[in-house]
């Protein structure tokens, strides 16, 4: 078949630009179709062209998107921070990409100075905000050590950490254990009813849950298939990001045999069994190192225009993509919009803030918002607002993943890795569900919405991959 | 939450909390000085309102129960989400069976959506102009490689099984293949061959760069090829302006391998006429070669010392003039000149555009086309020109182009013939007009009706530019 069968028959028009052409073609009566074409939102024309004609750029993206596909998530341990991770004696690890304490927001600012009085470094918030801002305790993306964390994500030495591995390429990714909702560090609240559940969390759940996944593994059972888990949660209303309460369920089943198995007083079980069981986000903190897990698969592939990290700090957002690596791309964090807890308003919330937006980087939450109709009343919008963002964002990925699944599209696959050169074609940026933390430390989270990551991020990470183009 | 909000908005109202009564909400609820007197359990729905007096809080009270008996009215669909770019349209639409993509956006941007064709294994159609050379050699290059076929950049004009794209003419189906890196060259060929009752397969524009030395052809190959393969297609015949003379050897060294006879209607000086390279068509067919249609107008005599005035809105059709006069009428001044040294630069603002002598203009190149439609569209710079050589003072012979078809203006003769008849009023010499009409009977302003409107106004009408130069060129007592 020579030009792909162009000369067989009178072809099908695919048409993007002026109206006259289609109308002439409309009036001979053939089958024609317009897109929507608009100038590009942003971008160097150039860039886009070169990044249009890089004969890598198809091989690369498919091999990203084939290892991202590809990568499953088993839970295999929950050890302390100090033992799995590359982390210091003074080293505190956060959200997004890098950042300086003076720079640093509220609620960053707050659970900061939580974990310097959980860990003991400090015995006053004075004394936390000194040792912090002399730069006596370092700070470091959770990124930069394959860890992520929900909101503030401050992980300390002593903090339990879920460890997860991908069976196919065999890496790692880690996060801190969920607190549960309202006032809680990673919302930058530090008070003492955060501090006792944080140590309660050190001396008791982790401990606990550590028991039960050892137990359970060194029983010969198989670890438990968190990516399993997350593509049931799609099926039952979550999204994965902000809705997390078949998963957290499903979680809490999987574990709880080998829960009550642990040798620790029926007190610490059951208060450990109520804990998990009334947080709807438990599983928040093993979805997003699968997704994690799945992104550093697909990381270094040259040529590739995938993201491989969206993450938040409060203050900037920040991406990487699979062809420039460790890169951090940056642009000032959005303030997200949405529905406020109690008389909260919009004045109350921080920007955004986390290294949760992973799970849009994988394909779900705001991504799967199909999947997840009920979201809407907690982020705002209405059920067709949900389906069509899902719609709108298989325009701007790579692939459909077939294992999420989203029953009401017909189960097709969810949107998956995504092309910052479309996010610059379409102008459509990714659609986030986030919560909304205070921005005043110390308050806890004030709402639920929606969000976007400023395009500068996209602007900088666009010229970059050109400039990689262009030297390859 | 939705109703918190919408209740909050109220004026009058200090603080309000509905929501499912968890202990977060009803530690909410508590803060705000809201906390119910009695137990709640979560399945319950908390309802808190605070306001200044009784009677915002009595409008509170209402708005909330108006806001939870409110049934959410969407049905849950979503709106559909139109496709942005070329790669998103073709991937939804589901055929197997041939697909073109087309793309008029701005040269700058038509790179992405041309190469998301070719990444999806579709020829596509560049319409746009402006595209960088070395673009378009990418794009060929990577066509190529995918088995596909870039018609462009600024491709005006294509036939394909019968479906006309851009400026293209309503001609018979039949066993003759065009591979064209002209526009109105194609016009000229597709037409006269339907007159001579012979058909075309397709009409594959390939652009007019595509024979330059930067571009090499890549695109005339692979459409030799092509139409090598296909069955409808029993001849070929390439058409463009004066390509770059290696280039014209490969593709000339190329069809030679190929099972379809090719024959040329490459313009140069040797061979500057597309009629000529037509009739050589119809006798390789064992055709007999027609009588052009023409009508013969005033036929008037030019004033002694009269120069020829060619105002075309086809490039290729402005060269072959040019090609054929310049013999019997030397040099040529023209913004698309044969040789640089015959450069006439134009500012289309300005009223006095003319150099005097013998001068061709194509209206249709891109300097004159910023910022407006096509001449085939809007005639406003032609008409200017017109009364400009009329309003002079140096006698002339008008030779003008119309072209028909789609695309091409509804009704051309309806702006032409005021023109004409007020320019032949207004010239204090005889001012003779004559016209190449390059299209069918069954374009949408049929041949003969256009034909007659301008014969009616004094011009004599040419199916055949070739034919037209020439008798413009007899008009002016020009020995050929």
């Not at chain 2, 018979?172 to 002209?182: D, E, I, N, W």
Request: proline content about 7%; hydrophobic content about 45%.
């Amino acid at each position: 078949m020579t030009l792909g069968g162009l000369l067989d028959g009178p072809p099908a028009i695919v048409a993007a630009g002026v109206d006259v052409f289609s109308d002439a073609l409309r009036a001979q009566g053939a089958d024609v179709h317009d897109v929507e074409w608009r100038p590009p939102h942003f971008g160097d024309p150039a860039d886009l062209a070169v990044l249009a004609l890089d004969r890598r750029r198809a091989a690369a993206n498919r091999t990203a998107v084939e290892r991202l596909l590809a990568a499953g998530s088993v839970l295999v341990d929950v050890r302390p921070a100090r033992e799995v991770l590359d982390i210091g004696d003074r080293m505190l690890l956060h959200s997004g990409p890098p950042l300086l304490w003076e720079n640093a927001s509220g609620p960053m600012r707050g659970a900061l100075i939580g974990a310097c009085l959980f860990e003991g470094w400090a015995s006053s918030v004075e004394d936390a905000e000194k040792i912090l801002a002399s730069g006596e305790v370092t700070l470091d993306p959770c990124h930069h050590h394959r860890t992520v964390g929900p909101m503030a994500g401050v992980t300390s030495p002593s903090m339990w950490m879920w460890c997860l591995e991908d069976p196919v390429s065999g890496g790692k990714a880690y996060c801190n254990l969920n607190e549960g909702l309202g006032k809680v560090l990673r919302m930058g609240a530090f008070n003492d009813e955060v501090q006792e559940r944080l140590r309660w969390m050190r001396d008791v759940l982790g401990p606990v849950l550590s028991k039960a996944v050892r137990g359970s593994i060194d029983a010969g059972n198989d670890p438990i298939d968190v990516k399993g888990i997350l593509a049931q949660m799609l099926q039952m209303g979550d999204e994965g990001h902000n809705r997390n309460r078949a998963g957290s369920l499903m979680a809490l089943r999987e574990l709880s045999p080998s829960i009550v198995a642990v040798d620790a007083p029926s007190s610490d079980i059951a208060a450990v069994l109520k804990f998990a069981g009334g947080n709807e986000h438990f599983f928040l903190n093993l979805g997003m190192p699968t997704a994690k897990l799945a992104l550093d698969a697909a990381r270094d592939v040259p040529g590739s225009t995938m993201l491989t990290v969206m993450s938040r700090n409060g203050t900037e957002f920040g991406i990487q993509t699979a062809g420039t690596g460790d890169r951090w791309f940056t642009g000032p964090a959005q303030t997200p919009v949405g529905l406020f807890l109690g008389d909260y308003g919009p004045e109350d919330a921080n920007p955004d803030i986390g290294d949760s937006a992973i799970m849009e980087t994988y394909g779900v939450g705001g991504f799967a918002m199909a999947a997840a109709p009920a979201i809407v009343r907690f982020v705002g919008g209405t059920v067709p607002d949900a389906l069509a963002t899902t719609e709108r964002m298989y325009q701007l990925t790579l692939a459909e993943n077939p294992a999420m699944a989203i029953p009401i599209m017909g189960f097709r696959g969810s949107p998956t890795g995504i092309d910052v050169l479309k996010v610059a074609r379409t102008g459509w940026l990714p659609q986030i569900n986030t919560g909304m933390a205070g921005r005043v430390a110390g308050t806890g989270q004030v709402g639920a919405g929606l969000v976007q990551p400023p395009q500068e991020c996209f602007e900088q990470a666009l010229a970059a991959l050109a400039e990689a183009a262009r030297t390859a | 939450m939705q109703v918190s909000r919408t209740v909050a908005a109220l004026p009058g109202v200090t603080g309000v909390i509905v929501a499912m009564a968890t202990p977060l909400n009803l530690e909410l609820a508590t803060n705000m000085g809201l906390a119910p007197e009695e137990a709640a359990s979560p399945e319950q729905l908390l309802i808190g309102v605070a306001a200044e007096d009784d009677e915002a809080l009595a409008a509170a009270v209402a708005a909330v129960e108006t806001a939870l008996a409110e049934r959410e009215r969407s049905t849950g669909s979503a709106e559909a989400i139109p496709q942005r770019t070329i790669g998103g349209g073709l991937a939804e639409r589901t055929t197997d069976g041939p697909a073109l993509a087309i793309v008029s956006v701005p040269g700058q941007y038509a790179v992405a959506e041309a190469a998301d064709a070719i990444a999806a294994g579709r020829s596509v159609l560049v319409f746009s102009d402006g595209v960088p050379v070395e673009h378009e050699v990418a794009l060929k290059r990577a066509a190529h490689d995918a088995g596909v076929l870039v018609m462009g950049p600024d491709c005006g004009t294509a036939i394909v099984s019968g479906v006309a794209l851009g400026f293209a003419n309503v001609v018979r189906p039949g066993p003759v293949g065009l591979v064209a890196a002209s526009g109105t060259g194609a016009q000229q060929v597709s037409c006269l061959l339907d007159m001579a009752g012979v058909g075309v397969s397709h009409v594959l524009g390939v652009g007019g760069r595509d024979l330059s030395e930067a571009v090499g052809g890549l695109a005339t190959l692979d459409a030799l090829a092509a139409l090598d393969a296909d069955p409808a297609t029993e001849r070929v015949m390439v058409v463009s302006k004066p390509p770059a003379p290696s280039v014209a050897a490969t593709v000339e060294a190329a069809a030679a391998t190929l099972s379809v006879p090719v024959r040329s209607a490459v313009l140069s000086a040797e061979t500057p006429d597309l009629t000529a390279a037509v009739e050589g068509l119809l006798r390789d067919m064992g055709l007999d070669v027609p009588v052009w249609p023409s009508r013969p107008g005033a036929a008037e005599a030019a004033a002694p010392g009269a120069v020829l005035k060619g105002l075309y809105s086809g490039g290729t059709l402005a060269d072959e003039t040019m090609l054929i006069a310049a013999p019997a009428l030397g040099e040529i001044r023209s913004n698309t000149p044969l040789s640089p040294h015959l450069h006439l630069a134009l500012d289309p603002s300005a009223q006095d555009q003319f150099a005097p002598g013998h001068v061709v203009i194509d209206f249709g190149d891109d300097a004159l086309t910023v910022g407006r439609a096509h001449p085939m569209i809007d005639p406003t710079l032609r008409l200017e020109a017109i009364a400009a050589v009329a309003a002079s003072d140096e006698p002339a012979v008008l030779l003008l182009d119309v072209v028909l078809g789609y695309g091409a203006d509804p009704d051309p003769a309806g702006a032409l013939v005021p023109a004409l008849s007020a320019a032949r009023d207004a010239a204090e010499h005889p001012l003779p007009v004559v016209i190449a009409l390059v299209g069918t009977e069954g374009d949408p302003q049929g041949w003969s009706k256009q034909a007659d409107a301008l014969a009616a106004a004094g011009a004599a009408v040419f199916a055949s530019n070739s034919a037209a130069t020439r008798y413009a060129l007899d008009l002016l007592g020009a020995a050929r």
